[in-house]
């Protein structure tokens, strides 16, 4: 199942044309808020698949009877570029649990590259639906190896990766690797250089949002 953000016309538009906008995504704050507020889109579009339970809820002047959500999500994001997206789905699911993983490129002689995770900060996931978000999805090979890690260690219940620009290219290698993963996607962009950049994609995410790394 895969859901992408731009294919509707809605305000969310809007966030992503300004993260891809090199006239407006010099400024570092507006960047990451821009992340936050996709992050909270595309959280309330999942908050629609979870399963809920009709609540009583004293008010001063009575009972309310709510559906509310059965538990909370687990929510994971990987480091550094995802954390402002990530902060946008802890916003909405303020009571959930988070992971945080650091994955790194280790790049060959020839210019090929492999993808070794440092280490993961994960709670209990059995029995637990988990988010993965990331701000870019470009061969997908961190996303994968990450939830692969995951699923190796606890029998989670549902899986559901978030991405703000994903490549073609990225999104088939998490389709062919994760087939029980539900992707939602802010948009897909067909094209990938040789580094493995998006194009028209918005540059590099962790950068603009928090300064060039040496």
């Not at 290219?169 to 939602?184: D, S």
Request: charged share 25%; with cysteine; hydrophobic share 45%.
């Amino acid at each position: 199942m895969i859901f992408i953000l731009n294919k509707s016309n809605t305000i969310g538009n809007q966030f992503l044309a300004e993260l891809r906008d090199v006239s407006v995504q010099q400024d570092k704050a507006r960047f990451r808020r821009n992340q936050e507020k996709l992050g909270e889109i595309l959280a309330y579009e999942i908050s629609k698949t979870l399963k809920y339970t009709e609540k009583e809820v004293q008010t001063p002047l009575g009972i309310a009877n709510v559906n509310l959500p059965d538990d909370q999500p687990v929510l994971g994001t990987i480091l550094r570029a995802g954390l402002p997206f990530h902060q946008g789905f802890m916003n909405f699911f303020d009571k959930s649990a988070s992971v945080f993983a650091t994955a790194y490129r280790k790049v060959r002689k020839n210019g090929a590259f492999i993808i070794n995770i440092d280490h993961i900060s994960t709670p209990d996931l059995d029995g637990k639906t988990v988010i993965i978000c990331d701000t870019m999805l470009a061969t997908g090979q961190s996303m994968v190896k990450v939830c692969k890690e995951l699923i190796a260690q606890f029998d989670i219940k549902e899986l559901h990766i978030a991405v703000i620009i994903a490549s073609a290219e990225g999104v088939e290698h998490v389709r062919a690797n994760l087939p029980k993963a539900r992707l939602w996607l802010g948009a897909i962009d067909e094209e990938m250089t040789s580094k493995a950049y998006i194009v028209p994609g918005l540059g590099d995410a962790g950068n603009l949002a928090f300064g060039e790394k040496m």
